[in-house]
């Protein structure tokens, strides 16, 4: 009697570990979520907004972010309503991105979206690897500096510290899903806030002393630069909507990051609570960084306010901000990468069922952590950190890259998709007015996308001959 109340008992204690489809329990929150979501935008874009506000002005600039702002909260709720299939509440669960783009458009659109999902993804965590780096080589200049003068010839290679990022994310990696990020995500979260409440603060400190120097910094309602010529400007206003593009993108990881979501309330209300959140937030720290950042410095507005080219003094706080930016990098780095890591070992998984180098799963300890090691795991994510260092070693061009990662994955992730499966799901007639303006809406960002594309490559193939590969120094 005894054994079949004990076994009665783990039944249920297993069974409660579980969701209703027998996947492991989910226990994300709308904070988890808006943590996750503040972790992926709040990273390399935001630091770029104000060289992008310098090239665009004060009109077109805030009108950008606001604008990138509304759409991407409009696509990504009509995102949230297709992670369950056909009921947006009851219906089967779509685990990720691929999936609900497979179950709602059907045909071979899902590849296309894979395509376009997964390099958009390893975009982020080769930029995630180049800034991070930078930033080390930061905190040497800064101290460099003071220790020297600003005068000195402070120049050091980013290629050792983006090899010492590799070997932390080979690590992490092993991570096995995003149900076991949260911590990482709160924490990336928290220092993001600290990096950029100190590049804003920095700004508004210039600004003051600027205005009492009376010599303050030349800005324009329209943006460009004198030294440049009409072309140049016009190809840098649309790396810099590029920039802003890639800043508040998320819709990559959007639908993994509401699979992280408990059952209870419907995951949709709550991912699309969490969207509130998480792009709110976004909108209120970009507007306040890029204003900032191009009333301290104008027209002459480095790439990134609080890498190398910015910010010299006081250099403690440059140091900390950098070490916060650190810490944020190699959190989003995870966050970015993990429907990759999914997708290719769910793919494993179902092509060698009875692997047990695939699917082998093998406790062990270190310390009081416990944790599970994978063969497979363990080989392929190696495999993927150290491709993503060479290529961001081979490459580090800052603005250019950022806008060309931003025009591939913005229009597809963030607005195709999102319309179309909409399309679907209403089942709305072509030709009528919502399928016009959705369509308008569409064929508008697919424009801008392929414009942002060709000032990118032209940009890239411009700081190509300037750098050679593997040589790149700060």
């Not at 759409?71 to 369950?84: F, G, I, K, P, Q």
């Not at 299939?85 to 059907?106: F, Q």
């Not at 399309?423 to 007015?433: A, F, L, Q, S, Y």
Request: hydrophobic share 45%; aromatic share 10%; proline share 4%.
């Amino acid at each position: 009697m005894m054994k079949e109340v004990d076994v009665v008992g783990e039944i249920e204690r297993l069974s409660s570990l579980l969701d209703e489809d027998g996947k492991p329990k989910r226990t994300g929150t709308a904070w988890t979520a808006s943590a996750h979501i503040i972790t992926a935008v709040i990273g390399v874009g935001v630091l770029s907004l104000a060289w992008a506000m310098a090239q665009l002005g004060w009109i077109i600039g805030i009108s950008s972010i606001l604008l990138f702002a509304i759409v991407n909260l409009y696509t990504s709720n009509l995102l949230a309503d297709c992670y369950r299939s056909p009921d947006p509440v009851t219906g089967k669960r779509n685990c990720t991105y691929m999936e609900a783009v497979r179950i709602n458009l059907g045909g071979k659109m899902h590849m296309l979206c894979a395509f376009v999902q997964y390099n958009s993804l390893i975009g982020p965590a080769i930029g995630y690897t180049i800034t991070t780096a930078i930033s080390v080589v930061t905190i040497r200049k800064t101290n460099c500096f003071h220790q020297n003068g600003i005068a000195s010839s402070c120049q050091f290679s980013t290629n050792p510290y983006m090899i010492g990022l590799g070997i932390v994310e080979i690590f992490l990696s092993q991570i096995p899903h995003f149900h076991k990020l949260s911590w990482l995500s709160i924490l990336a979260a928290a220092t993001s806030f600290g990096y950029a409440s100190i590049g804003a603060g920095l700004s508004l400190a210039l600004i003051i002393q600027g205005i009492e120097a009376g010599k303050g910094k030349g800005t324009s309602l329209m943006g460009g630069s004198k030294k440049l010529s009409p072309i140049d400007n016009f190809w840098k206003i649309f790396i810099a909507l590029g920039n802003i593009a890639l800043a508040s993108c998320y819709s990559q990881i959007a639908i993994d990051i509401q699979d992280s979501l408990r059952s209870s309330p419907p995951e949709n209300k709550i991912m699309k609570m969490a969207n509130k959140i998480g792009i709110s937030t976004m909108t209120c720290l970009f507007l306040v960084c890029a204003c900032s950042g191009y009333a301290a410095f104008g027209s002459e507005t480095p790439g990134n306010i609080l890498l190398s080219s910015g910010f010299k003094e006081p250099f403690w706080l440059i140091d900390l901000a950098n070490v916060f930016i650190i810490v944020h990098l190699v959190g989003a780095y995870q966050v970015v990468v993990q429907p990759i890591f999914s997708g290719v070992e769910t793919w494993a998984s179902q092509r060698w069922p009875s692997s047990s180098f695939v699917n082998g799963e093998y406790p062990m300890s270190i310390g009081k952590m416990k944790l599970n090691l994978n063969f497979f795991r363990l080989v392929w994510r190696s495999m993927f950190v150290v491709v993503v260092t060479v290529l961001a070693m081979a490459m580090p061009f800052f603005n250019e890259i950022l806008a060309l990662l931003g025009a591939i994955g913005f229009w597809p992730l963030t607005v195709y998709f999102p319309v179309e499966m909409y399309i679907v799901r209403k089942k709305i007639k072509k030709g009528t007015t919502r399928w016009f303006g959705l369509k308008t809406l569409s064929m508008a960002f697919m424009l801008l996308s392929v414009a942002i594309a060709c000032a990118a490559i032209h940009g890239v193939n411009q700081s190509l001959h300037k750098y050679k590969p593997f040589m790149y120094k700060e």
